[in-house]
């Protein structure tokens, strides 16, 4: 059966790696099963919400390769809340609490105190209509909480098994502030109705909401969802990644030069049964991973990884095929790129005048003799691809200098560095006089 999925961000700040674990999870399932990805927007909280963050959202996923098929804001369906608000309130399942946030406090350190989970007493079922009209001519605007019904709620979660939420030792949930605007609770119930949500997919974080949820939707007179939980990825501390993780943020690794596939591949595969290496495409990937390979433990975001990633990515990109030269500075340096940006650097060795390269990498004197003696068995052109062997046979032959003796000096004077590409390739686009100025910059 299609699965209608939603993936639901709050545009507050910048999606992230870990977001974008949730989102590609739901858009595995939307293209597995021929499906539908809902992009909600949950912004009914007014002051934070940023039309600009919603933008990057959308430019985010759309450099991922997520296409969502509806998109939809919270804040444009209001009246729609309003409206389920109220059938709540005549079935006597959302009551209006009088209660600050320091009585609040309070009433949950004496709990804490006496080894008690701070659950709410409900004791604003218990207010009269007289005490309710003082505590308003007090200036007091009432929040609304839901009345939980008794008992436990049940779900086969998708990623973590068998799931049960005891309802009992949870607080009834505010769904209304006292302002009127809407936590994002009941919101989201009234959307995965209205959208006809299949299957809610997000972190693990959620799973008590799940059970609370589950009792909303039935108070609705709908039935709920399959869920699926996922583990959570964490910074290398433990600590679950956040908005404030800017070096993390979408729009941030997509500036520093990450293929998508390498951070689409790094965070649907950590944490799974599967080891972590660069997927051939989404499809691929969505055919690869499924909720259930998910672990139980939490998902460590290592950066050196994602790197690597990115490194495996490049270098299996082809060369382009528009320029012969571009063609075998792509071929020649491939290989020793992270990013496929990191090309232009070799460019600029490769354009590079004799005097900049040798500074960049001064020689000893030992590795000045070896460099003179082979600037004096250089070969004429035209070199080929044998040439480089013979040459470097030839001055090992000349100074019995073998190894790193022998190529170190050698690569320092072509490139300005003591890694990087075959040298011999690299010789052939330098060319005769570009190579002959750097061993003679390089010798003296």
């Given at each position: 059966?299609?699965?209608?999925?939603?993936?639901?961000?709050?545009?507050?700040?910048?999606?992230?790696?870990?977001?974008?674990?949730?989102?590609?999870?739901?858009?595995?399932?939307?293209?597995?099963?021929?499906?539908?990805?809902?992009?909600?927007?949950?912004?009914?909280?007014?002051?934070?919400?940023?039309?600009?963050?919603?933008?990057?959202?959308?430019?985010?996923?759309?450099?991922?390769?997520?296409?969502?098929?509806?998109?939809?804001?919270?804040?444009?369906?209001?009246?729609?809340?309003?409206?389920?608000?109220?059938?709540?309130?005549?079935?006597?399942?959302?009551?209006?609490?009088?209660?600050?946030?320091?009585?609040?406090?309070?009433?949950?350190?004496?709990?804490?105190?006496?080894?008690?989970?701070?659950?709410?007493?409900?004791?604003?079922?218990?207010?009269?209509?007289?005490?309710?009209?003082?505590?308003?001519?007090?200036?007091?605007?009432?929040?609304?909480?839901?009345?939980?019904?008794?008992?436990?709620?049940?779900?086969?979660?998708?990623?973590?098994?068998?799931?049960?939420?005891?309802?009992?030792?949870?607080?009834?949930?505010?769904?209304?502030?006292?302002?009127?605007?809407?936590?994002y609770t009941l919101p989201s119930?009234?959307?995965?109705?209205?959208?006809?949500?299949?299957?809610?997919?997000?972190?693990?974080?959620?799973?008590?909401?799940?059970?609370?949820?589950?009792?909303?939707?039935?108070?609705?007179?709908?039935?709920?969802?399959?869920?699926?939980?996922?583990?959570?990825?964490?910074?290398?501390?433990?600590?679950?990644?956040?908005?404030?993780?800017?070096?993390?943020?979408?729009?941030?690794?997509?500036?520093?030069?990450?293929?998508?596939?390498?951070?689409?591949?790094?965070?649907?595969?950590?944490?799974?049964?599967?080891?972590?290496?660069?997927?051939?495409?989404?499809?691929?990937?969505a055919k690869t991973v499924a909720?259930?390979?998910?672990?139980?433990?939490?998902?460590?975001?290592?950066?050196?990884?994602?790197?690597?990633?990115?490194?495996?990515?490049?270098?299996?990109?082809?060369?382009?095929?528009?320029?012969?030269?571009?063609?075998?500075?792509?071929?020649?340096?491939?290989?020793?790129?992270?990013?496929?940006?990191?090309?232009?650097?070799?460019?600029?060795?490769?354009?590079?005048?004799?005097?900049?390269?040798?500074?960049?990498?001064?020689?000893?004197?030992?590795?000045?003799?070896?460099?003179?003696?082979?600037?004096?068995?250089?070969?004429?052109?035209?070199?080929?691809?044998?040439?480089?062997?013979?040459?470097?046979?030839?001055?090992?032959?000349?100074?019995?200098?073998?190894?790193?003796?022998?190529?170190?000096?050698?690569?320092?004077?072509?490139?300005?560095?003591?890694?990087?590409?075959?040298?011999?390739?690299?010789?052939?686009?330098?060319?005769?006089?570009?190579?002959?100025?750097?061993?003679?910059?390089?010798a003296t």
């Open positions: 059966m299609p699965d209608v999925v939603r993936f639901a961000p709050s545009p507050t700040g910048e999606l992230h790696i870990g977001n974008v674990r949730t989102a590609l999870y739901n858009w595995f399932l939307a293209i597995s099963s021929g499906g539908s990805f809902v992009l909600r927007y949950d912004d009914t909280d007014v002051e934070r919400s940023k039309d600009s963050f919603a933008k990057q959202i959308s430019i985010d996923l759309d450099w991922l390769g997520i296409e969502p098929g509806r998109v939809e804001r919270q804040s444009e369906r209001l009246a729609r809340y309003d409206a389920a608000a109220e059938d709540l309130r005549r079935a006597g399942l959302l009551y209006p609490c009088y209660e600050t946030p320091e009585e609040l406090d309070r009433k949950r350190s004496r709990l804490r105190a006496r080894g008690l989970p701070p659950v709410y007493d409900r004791a604003a079922l218990s207010l009269s209509d007289a005490e309710r009209h003082a505590l308003e001519a007090e200036g007091r605007r009432p929040h609304w909480r839901f009345k939980l019904p008794a008992g436990a709620r049940s779900w086969d979660d998708l990623c973590r098994g068998p799931q049960t939420v005891n309802l009992g030792a949870v607080s009834d949930p505010i769904l209304v502030r006292e302002d009127g605007s809407y936590l119930v009234v959307d995965d109705i209205d959208f006809t949500v299949t299957t809610v997919v997000r972190g693990e974080d959620h799973v008590t909401n799940s059970g609370v949820q589950i009792a909303i939707f039935e108070a609705l007179g709908a039935s709920a969802p399959q869920f699926a939980h996922h583990n959570l990825l964490v910074r290398g501390d433990g600590e679950p990644l956040s908005k404030r993780d800017n070096p993390l943020s979408i729009r941030r690794l997509a500036q520093d030069g990450y293929e998508p596939l390498a951070v689409a591949s790094l965070a649907v595969l950590v944490g799974t049964s599967h080891p972590v290496a660069p997927g051939e495409s989404l499809d691929q990937l909720l259930k390979d998910v672990s139980r433990g939490p998902a460590t975001f290592d950066p050196a990884e994602l790197k690597r990633l990115n490194a495996a990515i490049v270098h299996a990109l082809p060369a382009p095929a528009t320029d012969p030269r571009e063609a075998l500075l792509w071929t020649t340096v491939r290989d020793n790129l992270t990013f496929r940006g990191d090309v232009n650097l070799w460019r600029e060795r490769l354009e590079a005048d004799a005097d900049a390269i040798s500074t960049a990498s001064p020689l000893s004197g030992d590795e000045k003799v070896i460099v003179s003696e082979a600037l004096a068995l250089l070969p004429p052109e035209p070199w080929d691809e044998a040439t480089f062997g013979a040459w470097t046979k030839a001055v090992r032959q000349q100074t019995g200098a073998k190894g790193k003796a022998l190529f170190m000096p050698l690569r320092k004077a072509l490139t300005g560095a003591d890694s990087g590409p075959e040298l011999g390739p690299w010789m052939r686009l330098l060319g005769h006089e570009a190579t002959v100025a750097r061993l003679e910059a390089a």
